[in-house]
């Protein structure tokens, strides 16, 4: 067994049992850090496959910021997951199925894959490509529409979830930007006459 190979399977076990872990553990936490795991290790694979801009995406975007916003907002919310768990036996068979039916196509896409002699033979004659470049051209000029439709919806999520968690504290003084400028120089400069031998 080559090197790569035996790196493939390592990453590929972590992230199977890592992935397994996010839903199994009882603590949130816990399973948040399972789930930076099973984003630290996927990256990995895609080092493997020479997609070092989709690992290098994955770990700053997903595991340096998804994964560290789910672990705050799970310390930070007082949720009684055992309230949660109560109905989840119920539910149990039809995830079961739907899971099953996921695992079936997934299985039958893998098989009915197949590379023609032709294809294979154009694809190696093919020159080394610069995954970064090829991805922006695509993204830039393909799907720019799209691109830019999510960076707006993205941009509404954030403001609505800034004013959702935004708290009016009665004891906290703000900066009033529009009385400062409308302050005039007699409000804040005041002119008195002392004597000599008086001041301070």
């Not at 948040?32 to 290790?41: K, P, R, Y």
């Not at 801009?53 to 916003?69: E, H, N, R, S, T």
Request: charged residues 15%; neutral net charge; aromatic residues 8%.
């Amino acid at each position: 067994m080559m090197v790569a190979d035996f790196i493939f399977f390592m990453f590929a076990a972590v992230v199977v049992v890592s992935a397994l872990m996010v839903i199994t553990v009882r603590n949130a936490v816990h399973s948040v850090l399972f789930l930076a795991l099973t984003f630290f290790s996927t990256a990995g694979l895609f080092v493997l496959l020479q997609a070092e801009f989709l690992a290098a995406i994955l770990v700053m975007v997903y595991m340096g910021a998804v994964a560290i916003l789910f672990l705050f907002v799970v310390m930070m919310l007082d949720i009684d997951f055992t309230t949660l768990r109560k109905g989840a036996r119920e539910h149990l068979p039809l995830g079961l199925t739907v899971g099953l039916v996921i695992l079936l196509e997934v299985v039958a896409i893998g098989m009915g894959f197949h590379q023609s002699p032709e294809s294979a033979a154009a694809a190696a004659a093919l020159e080394p490509m610069n995954n970064t470049m090829e991805l922006g051209k695509l993204l830039y000029t393909k799907y720019l529409f799209p691109f830019e439709v999510i960076s707006l919806i993205l941009l509404v999520a954030l403001i609505g979830a800034v004013a959702l968690t935004l708290r009016q504290r009665k004891d906290a003084k703000r900066q009033d930007i529009h009385q400062q400028l409308a302050r005039k120089r007699e409000d804040a400069v005041q002119l008195k006459k002392v004597s000599s031998g008086e001041g301070a």
